[in-house]
């Protein structure tokens, strides 16, 4: 749509503007305040310039942490995204059957996070849980509370239960937008389903699955709730992604510089992969 | 092969119902019978789990802090975002493009990069402890998302709708309430449901700016996991009914529900 140009338009966005500065701007700079400084208790504040962020970009911790991070959301979407597509196409086209799936599969992106978290933790208790007691059953070994192996089982698991229905909706909103006329003219060329596929709703739903890949990307990145309330970041460290391990630093033992440091290489992280997000989209847009 | 392609949405509802049954089920039963023996159905069937949340404050409290600070939320978010998508969907303006990036920033921002920060400023600022406090900092990821939303919706208008109001000689105040406003319902219903959705679904934030009178259900069930024993029981029945609310609202925007994921870009 073409738009005029009007330069008054500001004071249309100034109540976004306000509410959003106070919450993004005020902290960031708080935190950019700590990053500089080392402190020795009684709020005195001593110039440190980029002392932290170098202490961090050098620690094994970060590394590892980072490692971690990277291995959990390279997982989930190699798992999430095929997944989703699959049973998008697997899904009814119309009739009553479709509200019933789109509303049954919406259910776990509604559960509070921590709520997640807690589920899966009965659920998957050796003891007393469901997939614990059937797992044990088979014959398998499976101690998620010990074993780093199985905790990192019940994590992705965790995620794929808790998100693949995003997906699942993206690419279905795709398909559906699909004139009928297209299946019927491949139908007459005579193309096979994977023809159909390929060339027809694989193209359909590119822009979708670009916002979906990416949604999943950075959400993943931030996550903390499910799996801190899962298992804690444990057995040792074995779970102990990004954002657990800057929430231990910094509330649990107060070394502010260090955190203020590693949230913001953390943030900047974070910012890169949005600006990929925005020109992808908005390049898609264009189109 | 078509024939069975139904199998597959319904293995997958399957897993997805699978853990919240033993939730739900978990509900049902004593603290005995879970940590005592092994069951798939509750064997002692019994209310006294649900009874003890409807009747102790602390418990339905909770409930009620969040449905208060999520609706704050909502209101607020909803309102501010409506005229700023409207002037990203009409009109071209100094910096618009480096600003709509900007506010895509901060729905991305990591909760927790952003904790203690947060802690220390709504202290400073007196609001610690309120339900506005968890409203407000809320609207940091759910305001660029409302805006994101219903300029999806907005771009959806053709721009002559606006022209003709002008045209029979309506002012822009009562273009917008009179006409714009009904047009895009729909659309400010999806953003409605997903600022009430990421705002209950969030709890590192509203944990952190509460302690006692605006606390929400979500921090007082991970109260009583790590705390008074390990409640299974009670822990279950208050999980049970955080899904409720969600479940129900999903009804109304399920056939939006996809666009408001993709952020109003279907």
Same mark, same amino acid.
């Given at each position: 749509?073409?738009?005029?140009?009007?330069?008054?338009?500001?004071?249309?966005?100034?109540? &976004?503007?306000?509410?959003?500065?106070?919450?993004?701007?005020?902290?960031?700079?708080? &935190?950019?305040?700590?990053?500089?400084?080392?402190?020795?208790?009684?709020?005195?504040?001593?110039?440190?310039?980029?002392?932290?962020?170098?202490?961090?970009?050098?620690?094994?911790?970060?590394?590892?942490?980072?490692?971690?991070?990277?291995?959990?959301?390279?997982?989930?979407?190699?798992?999430?995204?095929?997944?989703?597509?699959?049973?998008?196409?697997?899904?009814?086209?119309?009739?009553?059957?479709?509200?019933?799936?789109?509303?049954?599969?919406?259910?776990?992106?509604?559960?509070?996070?921590?709520?997640?978290?807690?589920?899966?933790?009965?659920?998957?208790?050796?003891?007393?849980?469901?997939?614990?007691?059937?797992?044990?059953?088979?014959?398998?070994?499976?101690?998620?509370?010990?074993?780093?192996?199985?905790?990192?089982?019940?994590?992705?698991?965790?995620?794929?239960?808790?998100?693949?229905?995003?997906?699942?909706?993206?690419?279905?909103?795709?398909?559906?937008?699909?004139?009928?006329?297209?299946?019927?003219?491949?139908?007459?060329?005579?193309?096979?389903?994977?023809?159909?596929?390929?060339?027809?709703?694989?193209?359909?739903?590119?822009?979708?699955?670009?916002?979906?890949?990416?949604?999943?990307?950075?959400?993943?990145?931030?996550?903390?709730?499910?799996?801190?309330?899962?298992?804690?970041?444990?057995?040792?460290?074995?779970?102990?992604?990004?954002?657990?391990?800057?929430?231990?630093?910094?509330?649990?033992?107060?070394?502010?510089?260090?955190?203020?440091?590693?949230?913001?290489?953390?943030?900047?992280?974070?910012?890169?992969?949005?600006?990929?997000?925005?020109?992808?989209?908005?390049?898609?847009?264009?189109? | 092969?078509?024939?069975?392609?139904?199998?597959?949405?319904?293995?997958?509802?399957?897993?997805?119902?699978?853990?919240?049954?033993?939730?739900?089920?978990?509900?049902?039963?004593?603290?005995?019978?879970?940590?005592?023996?092994?069951?798939?159905?509750?064997?002692?069937?019994?209310?006294?789990?649900?009874?003890?949340?409807?009747?102790?404050?602390?418990?339905?409290?909770?409930?009620?802090?969040?449905?208060?600070?999520?609706?704050?939320?909502?209101?607020?978010? &909803?309102?501010?975002?409506?005229?700023?998508?409207?002037?990203?969907?009409?009109?071209?303006?100094?910096?618009?493009?480096?600003?709509?990036?900007?506010?895509?920033?901060?729905?991305?921002?990591?909760?927790?990069?952003?904790?203690?920060?947060?802690?220390?400023?709504?202290?400073?600022?007196?609001?610690?402890?309120?339900?506005?406090?968890?409203?407000?900092?809320?609207?940091?990821?759910?305001?660029? !998302?409302?805006?994101?939303?219903?300029?999806?919706?907005?771009?959806?208008?053709?721009?002559?709708?606006?022209?003709?109001?002008?045209?029979?000689?309506?002012?822009?105040?009562?273009?917008?309430?009179?006409?714009?406003?009904?047009?895009?319902?729909?659309?400010?219903?999806?953003?409605?449901?997903?600022?009430?959705?990421?705002?209950?679904?969030?709890?590192?934030?509203?944990?952190?700016?509460?302690?006692?009178?605006?606390?929400?259900?979500?921090?007082?069930?991970?109260?009583?996991?790590?705390?008074?024993?390990?409640? !299974?029981?009670?822990?279950?029945?208050?999980?049970?009914?955080?899904?409720?609310?969600?479940?129900?609202?999903?009804?109304?925007?399920?056939?939006?529900?996809?666009?408001?994921?993709?952020?109003?870009?279907?």
């Amino acid at each position: 749509m073409d738009k005029t140009a009007n330069h008054k338009a500001w004071f249309f966005v100034l109540p &976004v503007l306000m509410l959003v500065a106070f919450n993004a701007i005020i902290p960031l700079m708080t &935190v950019v305040n700590y990053s500089v400084q080392e402190t020795f208790g009684d709020n005195n504040f001593f110039w440190a310039g980029v002392l932290w962020f170098e202490e961090v970009l050098r620690s094994e911790r970060f590394h590892a942490s980072l490692g971690r991070q990277l291995f959990f959301t390279f997982s989930i979407l190699a798992i999430e995204v095929p997944l989703g597509v699959a049973i998008a196409l697997a899904m009814p086209r119309k009739g009553i059957w479709v509200s019933v799936c789109l509303v049954l599969m919406a259910m776990p992106l509604l559960i509070p996070w921590n709520v997640v978290g807690a589920i899966w933790n009965i659920f998957a208790l050796p003891n007393i849980g469901l997939l614990g007691q059937m797992l044990n059953g088979l014959g398998i070994d499976y101690n998620f509370t010990r074993q780093p192996g199985d905790a990192w089982f019940t994590l992705i698991t965790m995620d794929v239960w808790h998100w693949t229905s995003l997906v699942v909706l993206l690419a279905y909103a795709g398909l559906a937008s699909i004139p009928e006329a297209y299946y019927q003219a491949a139908k007459i060329d005579g193309a096979s389903s994977w023809a159909i596929f390929r060339y027809i709703q694989l193209p359909k739903m590119k822009r979708v699955l670009t916002i979906a890949v990416l949604l999943r990307f950075m959400d993943s990145f931030n996550i903390y709730t499910e799996p801190f309330v899962l298992t804690g970041g444990g057995p040792g460290n074995s779970t102990t992604l990004l954002s657990i391990d800057l929430v231990k630093v910094a509330l649990g033992q107060f070394d502010l510089g260090p955190a203020a440091a590693m949230s913001l290489i953390y943030f900047l992280v974070i910012l890169l992969l949005s600006w990929v997000f925005y020109t992808l989209m908005m390049r898609g847009e264009e189109q | 092969m078509k024939r069975y392609s139904w199998l597959v949405p319904t293995l997958y509802i399957l897993f997805l119902m699978l853990p919240i049954y033993w939730l739900v089920s978990m509900s049902f039963k004593t603290t005995n019978e879970i940590l005592g023996s092994f069951s798939l159905f509750p064997r002692e069937f019994t209310l006294d789990n649900y009874r003890k949340i409807f009747t102790d404050p602390t418990w339905y409290m909770g409930y009620v802090n969040s449905i208060i600070y999520v609706t704050i939320n909502t209101v607020i978010s &909803v309102t501010v975002a409506l005229p700023a998508a409207y002037a990203f969907s009409r009109y071209r303006f100094l910096g618009d493009k480096h600003l709509f990036f900007w506010l895509l920033t901060n729905r991305m921002a990591p909760a927790a990069v952003f904790a203690l920060p947060f802690f220390q400023l709504y202290s400073a600022t007196g609001l610690f402890d309120t339900h506005f406090a968890v409203a407000l900092a809320h609207t940091l990821f759910n305001i660029p !998302l409302a805006v994101w939303i219903l300029e999806g919706f907005m771009s959806g208008v053709p721009k002559q709708l606006d022209e003709t109001a002008y045209v029979d000689g309506y002012s822009f105040p009562a273009f917008f309430i009179k006409i714009f406003i009904p047009t895009i319902a729909a659309g400010i219903g999806v953003a409605a449901f997903f600022c009430f959705m990421f705002s209950w679904v969030e709890l590192l934030l509203a944990k952190t700016l509460t302690a006692v009178h605006a606390k929400p259900i979500a921090a007082t069930m991970t109260r009583t996991a790590s705390s008074s024993g390990y409640e !299974l029981g009670l822990l279950a029945a208050a999980g049970t009914l955080t899904i409720v609310p969600g479940a129900i609202v999903i009804y109304f925007v399920r056939n939006y529900i996809a666009k408001g994921f993709a952020l109003g870009r279907v």
